[in-house]
């Protein structure tokens, strides 16, 4: 199998209808549920540019109400053929699913057709336990799709992650593609925080485990070559006394994640200087590229 035509990276026609058939139509990770404990608590976020938010509803009003409808608009004076009916926010779908709220803003699938074989594969894991601790935000300019080619393969650690490549078993890295996601898997060794399992879900959100804990990302396109990372992080213990740890393995984390930028910005350009023609994928190191492309394919049929 080749790699998709560098088009795909680089066209904004391409980006807007991957934002109506892909971002519009699956379920979108938002982050911990547990951010809207409180009554009047909400999220707001962007989904590829759609400005969605979701509240944990309270009595009282703003100027559109809790279910969505407008309530008022001041210093409008009086017109006969407007309606505030007419003007109320569009409703989104919502989903708790193990701790973790996800929305959909016209989902062309059930929630748990979306999950795959994720849920199987957190079986025994105490996902839900963990506390939210820190919110982290990255923006970087390449597509989302180049990032994603990155994050479901093992082909580029030795070149771009040297200590994470001393950190595992690199000749027993394995891909495998499944329903709704890819696993990738090493052998640990001594001293790394990662416990040797990452995860993607398609069509754009991640799950890492670590001793004590776990993070999530969702990976957000701004336009057609950026793109912004939201990452969460969960821990088993929150207390004072682990405070010191926690901040380093968020770092640890971190550092990982900002060594694929440089190489996603240089793909990002030798995409748009029309010199690259698409190559063949490792069948190896790459079998989570060929599902995620084929996910893409089937998606704009």
Same mark, same amino acid.
């Given at each position: 199998? /080749?790699?998709l035509?560098?088009?795909?990276?680089?066209?904004?026609?391409?980006?807007?209808?991957? &934002?109506?058939?892909? =971002?519009?139509?699956?379920?979108?990770?938002?982050?911990?549920?547990?951010?809207?404990?409180?009554?009047?608590?909400?999220?707001? &976020? +962007?989904?590829?540019?759609?400005?969605?938010?979701?509240?944990?509803?309270?009595?009282?009003?703003?100027?559109?109400?809790?279910?969505?409808?407008l309530?008022?608009?001041?210093?409008?004076?009086?017109?006969?053929?407007?309606?505030?009916?007419?003007? *109320?926010?569009?409703?989104?779908?919502?989903?708790?699913? /193990?701790?973790?709220?996800?929305? $959909?803003?016209?989902?062309?699938?059930? =929630?748990?057709?979306?999950?795959?074989?994720?849920?199987?594969?957190?079986?025994?894991?105490?996902?839900?336990?963990?506390?939210?601790?820190?919110?982290? %935000?990255?923006?970087?300019? *390449?597509?989302?799709?180049?990032?994603?080619?990155?994050?479901?393969?093992?082909?580029?650690?030795?070149?771009?992650?040297? +200590?994470?490549h001393?950190?595992?078993?690199? @000749?027993?890295?394995e891909?495998? *593609?499944? @329903?709704?996601?890819?696993?990738?898997?090493?052998?640990?060794?001594?001293?790394?925080?990662?416990?040797?399992?990452w995860?993607?879900?398609?069509?754009?959100?991640?799950?890492?485990?670590?001793?004590?804990?776990?993070?999530?990302?969702r990976?957000?396109?701004? @336009?057609?070559?950026?793109? +912004?990372?939201?990452?969460? =992080?969960? =821990?088993?213990?929150?207390?004072e006394?682990?405070?010191?740890?926690?901040?380093?393995?968020?770092?640890?984390n971190?550092?990982?994640? %900002?060594?694929?930028?440089? &190489?996603?910005? +240089?793909?990002?350009?030798?995409?748009?200087?029309?010199?690259?023609?698409?190559?063949?994928?490792?069948? %190896?190191?790459?079998?989570?590229? *060929?599902?995620?492309?084929? /996910?893409? %394919?089937? $998606? /704009?049929?």
């Amino acid at each position: 199998m /080749r790699n998709l035509d560098p088009v795909n990276y680089v066209s904004a026609d391409i980006h807007a209808a991957d &934002v109506q058939r892909i =971002f519009s139509a699956t379920w979108q990770l938002i982050g911990p549920a547990s951010r809207l404990t409180e009554r009047g608590d909400y999220i707001a &976020v +962007e989904i590829a540019g759609q400005k969605v938010f979701v509240m944990h509803t309270k009595a009282g009003q703003w100027v559109w109400g809790e279910d969505g409808s407008l309530l008022n608009v001041p210093f409008w004076g009086d017109d006969a053929e407007f309606e505030l009916s007419d003007w *109320a926010l569009d409703r989104i779908e919502w989903k708790v699913w /193990r701790g973790l709220l996800f929305v $959909a803003i016209t989902p062309d699938a059930p =929630f748990d057709a979306q999950l795959g074989d994720i849920k199987t594969e957190l079986e025994g894991e105490p996902i839900e336990d963990y506390i939210w601790d820190h919110e982290e %935000r990255l923006v970087f300019d *390449a597509n989302w799709k180049i990032y994603t080619d990155n994050f479901v393969e093992g082909y580029h650690i030795p070149g771009i992650h040297p +200590e994470f490549h001393r950190a595992i078993e690199f @000749d027993a890295f394995e891909t495998v *593609a499944l @329903d709704g996601m890819v696993r990738m898997t090493a052998p640990p060794r001594e001293g790394l925080f990662y416990r040797g399992k990452w995860m993607w879900m398609w069509p754009n959100w991640t799950l890492s485990l670590f001793s004590g804990g776990m993070n999530t990302s969702r990976i957000n396109p701004i @336009d057609h070559q950026r793109t +912004e990372l939201i990452y969460n =992080f969960y =821990f088993a213990d929150t207390s004072e006394a682990t405070a010191a740890a926690r901040a380093r393995t968020i770092e640890a984390n971190l550092q990982v994640i %900002r060594e694929d930028f440089e &190489v996603c910005l +240089e793909t990002q350009k030798n995409y748009a200087s029309g010199g690259y023609r698409a190559g063949p994928l490792s069948p %190896r190191h790459e079998q989570g590229v *060929a599902y995620f492309q084929d /996910r893409l %394919r089937a $998606a /704009r049929i």
